[in-house]
């Protein structure tokens, strides 16, 4: 049976996490599962009562436990303890996860816990690595730039990758020695919860990670304005960025990290290697069911190879198959929710409407759960639905060039500059498209990340401000102040 598991028999930590302890509250929000559609509970939401409660458990755990002012070797170790024991229990996480989310359980424990595990290592060793430096000043003065941690820091986190997003905010902001008070997404929140859980059986401080659950408008809009949270770190849609952006302004002034929604392109040139080129292509809209920020929705290949490519995409759309995200060998995820998945259907029929083609797909799979079949559409112009909204579904769109300028302009967004992929086997073409193409993520040849962690990611343009990952995502999670010594 391996990692394949009843869904009816998992027990999921319902409720806040606060100050170490989990706080049973009254459901409000119905939770489906997405594999199937079956009501398994109901979300509570918090209120400004309960984010303060959160708010007030981190303070103390910083002040008791002097945290962000302790030999930072100590942090760094006391992370690893967590992360060990992340992945000695990387099955019961694993399946808390499959259950609720799009995430299949075979992709979960190889995939995203052991990158999120390798990725909160990475940023536990920069405690002790990266810090406060003396300046240029004159012989009669010292100047040094002091590092430190903001104090609170307010993480919101989407649904599509709940434990990696849980672990892109959780890790930079607590090696930095900030606490943190985490708002998972309504619709996937235990994972994080569980997570939380075991960061205190490992030994960190209780009220060190706090986890809040809730919906946005109350309970997101409670915690980026409470002011004692001293810096807030949002992924999720560009709209509810720009909601952060206006409540923090009317609330009061905090630094923010804002990771946003994409609609990435990626340029095949006929020189490329178009096998290689339509398995990643085929791979980027289907995995995670195109749930992804960074998902490479709009194709544009260049004319002469047009047919050969998308002849190529279209068997490997077509071979995906669905399943439950409780079983191992399931690789086609479900949409998260019916509505989602309606979404998805009302750009693709707008699409079509206003003169796309559909070339596979178009429609709910037969079987239960959210399913929706990778589509292919063709014929669009840079005003089609499918080419301006941010469908978040397996909707892959084609369009042709003859020249580089052509490319170039095709794959410019007017909204979003998350990511972008090029295939070529043109050195010159590659340094050329990665300085023009505007987005924050450039893969050549390739279209996913790897486990360099080390590599920052963030979007230019409504994608987003700062990043996740790399080094700038340690530094922005500590403030720097300047000292000026008269000797
Ligand atoms: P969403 O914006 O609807 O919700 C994300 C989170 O924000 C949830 O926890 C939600 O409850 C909360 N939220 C919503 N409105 C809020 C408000 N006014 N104030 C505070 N919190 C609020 O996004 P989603 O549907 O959960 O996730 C999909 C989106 O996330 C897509 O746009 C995707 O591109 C984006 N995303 C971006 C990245 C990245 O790294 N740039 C990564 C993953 C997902």
Not at 40 to 48: D, H, T
Not at 217 to 246: N, Q, W
Request: aromatic share 6%.
């Amino acid at each position: 049976m391996g990692l394949s598991f009843d869904p009816d028999t998992v027990s999921l930590p319902i409720g806040h996490f606060i100050g170490g302890e989990l706080i049973a509250a009254e459901g409000a929000i119905e939770m489906r599962r997405p594999s199937d559609g079956k009501a398994y509970a109901a979300c509570p939401v918090a209120g400004v009562d309960m984010i303060g409660r959160a708010v007030e458990s981190a303070k103390a755990a910083l002040k008791s436990s002097n945290w962000g002012g302790v030999r930072p070797r100590e942090r760094t170790k006391a992370l690893q303890a967590w992360v060990d024991l992340i992945e000695a229990e990387a099955e019961t996480l694993a399946k808390i996860e499959a259950l609720c989310s799009t995430r299949p359980v075979g992709q979960l424990v190889v995939g995203d816990i052991a990158i999120t595990a390798e990725q909160i290592r990475f940023f536990a060793e920069f405690a002790d690595k990266e810090g406060s430096e003396l300046v240029p000043t004159a012989d009669a003065t010292l100047g040094m730039i002091m590092s430190e941690p903001y104090g609170v820091v307010g993480a919101i986190t989407p649904w599509n990758f709940p434990i990696s997003m849980a672990g892109w905010k959780l890790g930079p902001a607590l090696a930095a020695g900030n606490a943190v008070v985490l708002k998972p997404s309504e619709m996937t929140p235990f994972s994080a919860v569980y997570m939380a859980q075991l960061a205190v059986k490992a030994g960190l401080p209780a009220g060190l990670i706090n986890v809040v659950l809730g919906d946005g408008p109350t309970t997101g809009t409670a915690l980026t304005g409470h002011a004692e949270i001293a810096k807030v770190s949002f992924t999720g849609s560009t709209r509810a960025g720009s909601a952060i952006m206006e409540n923090v302004a009317r609330t009061g002034v905090k630094p923010m990290t804002l990771e946003l929604g994409g609609k990435s392109p990626q340029v095949v040139f006929a020189d490329a290697d178009l096998e290689k080129a339509a398995t990643a292509i085929a791979g980027s809209v289907t995995f995670n069911a195109g749930q992804a920020c960074v998902a490479g929705t709009r194709l544009i290949v260049e004319r002469s190879v047009a047919d050969r490519l998308t002849a190529a995409i279209l068997d490997k759309m077509k071979a995906v198959r669905p399943g439950a995200t409780w079983n191992e060998a399931t690789q086609y995820s479900p949409i998260i929710s019916e509505r989602q998945r309606a979404r998805v259907d009302s750009i693709v029929r707008a699409s079509i409407a206003t003169g796309g083609e559909c070339l596979t797909g178009g429609g709910a799979m037969d079987s239960p759960g959210y399913f929706y079949e990778p589509t292919l559409i063709a014929n669009v112009d840079q005003a089609n639905p499918a080419i301006v909204e941010e469908i978040f579904g397996p909707v892959l769109t084609i369009q042709t060039f003859e020249t580089e300028e052509e490319a170039l302009a095709l794959s410019s967004h007017p909204t979003y500059g998350l990511a972008s992929g090029l295939f070529t086997s043109d050195l010159s073409r590659t340094i050329r498209f990665a300085r023009k193409l505007e987005a924050g993520t450039v893969w050549i040849n390739r279209y996913s990340r790897s486990r360099d962690h080390i590599l920052p990611t963030g979007g230019y343009k409504r994608s987003g401000i700062g990043k996740d990952l790399g080094r700038e995502a340690y530094l922005a999670n500590r403030r720097t102040k300047s000292v000026l010594i008269s000797l």
